[in-house]
């Protein structure tokens, strides 16, 4: 399966939307802000960024559409003027993601966006330049060292492509205690390969002393534990419509998800492996699965809130192999959300995320 082709969230402003149902990543991208600001602060002092004079270059990889795509933005520019009072450097930033991504979402929010971030700034005269760069961020797409910082939240985990010989992980879409040992060697050296490549990358288009902000989706320890996945969840619901003949057996058995969930360890041996960054900070924490958890009379069905925000996730990629009907895709995911409940209520699961800084060496 080709990701640049197929993978991307759902677009639009529907109820099935990414913007509209991204609710668990935006908790995620607030729970990290602080470190994001303390990074972007410390390249500020490092780089004597001086007043009204120069301009700071940002990339948001990963970005998606919706309320998500700004909110980091905007955090980053008021860190960027309560550092240099109302003088700030000219700003630039850059908006990436692969092309079926729904920028147009994005791009007819900007103009008020910047309007705003100018009062906020007290400085009407306040240059902000933000564009869209469609592509994949496994290859090159800045010119050498031509960025200050970078951030790229809930992204990491997906995967260039499938992992090649999956063959034998027949009634599996991902990691799963029943798949063959090859399987997890074939995730694991797909993982090396695309991180690997990722910091080559970043590390030419970055100055020297240049910083980036990871989020990745991770796990608690070394062993991939399938009370931590709700992927073997979305399996049995997709095994029950095979076995009912409502979708293809064959196509199932050739399904399998282009992700991967490193740890912390994992994460920390690819960095210093291919040597060009130093790790100022590495952060293993966790989160409700069920997004609206603590907020009165919005909790619900955890398994419900859930599958709303997986379908935003994983309704195209799912849809475009099996070739499904709207009817049975929402079938697939009316399904997902029964089992997602009776999980959630027999594991208590958490979401498992890494958070990453780190700096460019000379």
């Known amino acids: 399966m080709e990701m640049a082709n197929v993978l991307h969230m759902n ?15 935006r908790k995620g991208i607030s729970k990290t802000l602080p470190i994001t600001k303390e990074t972007v602060v410390r390249l500020m002092r490092s780089w004597s960024f001086p007043k009204g004079k120069g301009k700071l270059v940002m990339a948001d990889l990963g970005c998606a559409s ?28 850059f908006l990436n993601d692969l092309p079926g991504n729904d920028f147009n979402n994005v791009f007819t929010s900007i ?32 010119l050498t060292d031509s960025l200050h910082f970078i951030h790229s939240s809930y992204s990491l985990h997906w995967r260039s492509q499938v992992p090649e010989g999956l063959e034998e992980n027949k009634g599996n879409i ?10 997890l060697e ?16 970043r590390s030419q288009e970055l100055v020297t002393g240049g910083r980036m902000v990871l989020t990745i989706p991770g796990r608690r320890g070394e062993q991939h534990s399938e009370k931590e996945c709700c992927y073997l969840v979305m399996s049995m619901a997709l095994n029950q419509m095979a076995t009912e003949g409502l979708i293809d057996q064959q196509k199932l058995d050739s399904f399998n998800l282009p992700l991967y969930m490193p740890s912390a360890m994992e994460v920390e041996t690819e960095v210093r492996k291919q040597g060009s960054f130093a790790i ?20 619900g069905d955890g398994g419900y809130n ?5 379908k935003a996730v994983f309704d195209p990629v799912i849809a475009h192999h099996f070739h499904l009907s709207r009817e049975i895709t929402d079938e697939v995911f009316r399904r997902y959300a029964l089992l997602l409940s009776d999980w959630m209520a027999k594991e208590s699961p958490v979401f498992m995320s890494l958070t990453v800084s780190l700096t460019k060496r000379h």
């Open 280 to 299: 100022e900070h590495l952060e293993l924490w966790d989160m409700d699965w069920n997004v609206y958890e603590g907020e009165a009379n919005l909790a």
């Open 111 to 142: 103009q008020g966006f910047k309007e705003n971030m100018k009062k906020e700034m007290g400085d009407p005269n306040s240059l902000i330049s933000i564009a869209g760069v469609p592509g994949s961020f496994y290859d090159r797409l800045f």
């Open 306 to 310: 859930l599958s709303k925000c997986m």
């Open 174 to 183: 991902y990691l799963a205690s029943s798949s063959p040992p090859g399987v």
């Open 66 to 93: 919706g309320p998500n795509t700004l909110l980091l933005v905007s955090e980053v520019i008021k860190a960027v003027s309560r550092e240099l009072g109302q003088e700030c450097p000219e700003l630039q930033i």
């Open 11 to 25: 677009g639009s402003l529907e109820d099935t939307s990414y913007a509209m149902n991204s609710l668990l990543q």
């Open 186 to 201: 074939a995730y694991c050296k797909q993982f090396q390969t695309d991180f690997s490549s990722f910091l080559k990358f």
